[in-house]
């Protein structure tokens, strides 16, 4: 591990936590969407794939603009979050119930990125790098905005589906 003397340190820390974090769900979410029944929830999954992908493309210019390598390290929180989530989709389960689990997979990952990057704005803002901290926080506001459409979605109709044993 690398020595995080400095906030400077703990902040390219983080980003290079998110730059994997973006990275393992870029290949976690097309699975997610691809077991998901509801139309809605595919659709909501499949924008955020797009929207993933953006955020790496931000995640590259901060790098960039810090003049550090871009570079990601194993974030071990989503691995174990996605491999949680992967235990739902492999399992059988009547359809609503499996986009109920689904939904909750994706929210855990969503809670994570969100207090990373929460940390990560605020790390930004204290060392005065203004341009960086707003690129960190359109991803952050992605990540929140992503979080309340699965809150939606479940509360809808997925959640009462489910229970119905749809
Ligand atoms: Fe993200
Ligand atoms: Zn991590
Ligand atoms: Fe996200």
Request: glycine share 6%; net charge negative; with cysteine.
């Amino acid at each position: 591990m690398a020595k995080l003397e400095s906030l400077d340190d703990l902040f390219v820390d983080e980003l290079r936590d998110l730059y994997n974090a973006e990275s393992q769900l870029v290949k976690a979410l097309p699975k997610m969407a691809e077991a998901a029944s509801s139309p809605d929830l595919r659709n909501a999954l499949e924008e955020h794939l797009n929207q993933t992908k953006n955020q790496i493309d931000r995640l590259d210019k901060v790098f960039k603009s810090l003049d550090v390598p871009v570079r990601g390290k194993e974030c071990v929180g989503m691995k174990g979050i996605i491999r949680e989530g992967q235990e739902v989709l492999k399992g059988s389960a009547a359809p609503a119930v499996k986009d109920a689990g689904i939904i909750t997979a994706a929210q855990k990952t969503e809670h994570y990125e969100i207090a990373g990057y929460g940390s990560a704005c605020a790390f930004a803002e204290r060392l005065g790098y203004g341009e960086q901290a707003k690129l960190l926080k359109q991803n952050l506001s992605e990540e929140k905005k992503a979080d309340e459409l699965l809150t939606k979605i479940a509360e809808r109709h997925v959640n009462k589906e489910a229970k119905r044993g749809e």
